[in-house]
């Protein structure tokens, strides 16, 4: 079915981004949010910040921290499979992989965890005229 091997390929995905976890710290993703608010905004920025969120919950297992991991740290590096020096057009693949990424742990995006991501993303649209660019932890 081609289901199955839509499932197949997407595994296959899955861990090859897991790879890219060496490349996740908090302070590397603090940075690229702040590079990534004044370029691409809500469509980029609101994915990711879930993914963090998801990431720093105690209920999330460890497994799919370690895919998180994965897709952030492709997201903070620059040189990827269509560098992000290419602008907008540069943030597509890093898109792309947070949004498969963030499908497959949406059940975890609880109503609290979308609070935090809208919040901090309210906090951050002002970024271009504040270099206040903290991550809200509570």
Partial sequence: STQGVSSAASDVYKRQ????????SELGLKEKVREVARLAGE???LPVLRL?????????????????????????????????????FGFSD???VVL?????????????I??????????LTPCLRSADTRLVTK
């Fill in 100 to 112: 498969m990424i963030t499908k497959w742990v949406s059940e975890l995006i609880t109503p609290e």
């Fill in 52 to 88: 963090w969120y998801v990431f720093r919950a105690d209920s999330t297992p460890a497994v799919r921290k370690a895919y998180i991991a994965g897709a952030l740290g492709y997201f903070i590096l620059p040189v990827d499979l269509i560098p992000d020096a290419l602008g907008l």
């Fill in 17 to 24: 981004i897991k790879r890219y976890g060496k490349h996740f």
């Fill in 114 to 123: 979308e609070a935090q991501a809208q919040a901090t993303y309210r906090k």
């Fill in 94 to 96: 890093d898109l792309g």
């Fill in 43 to 45: 469509q980029i920025l």
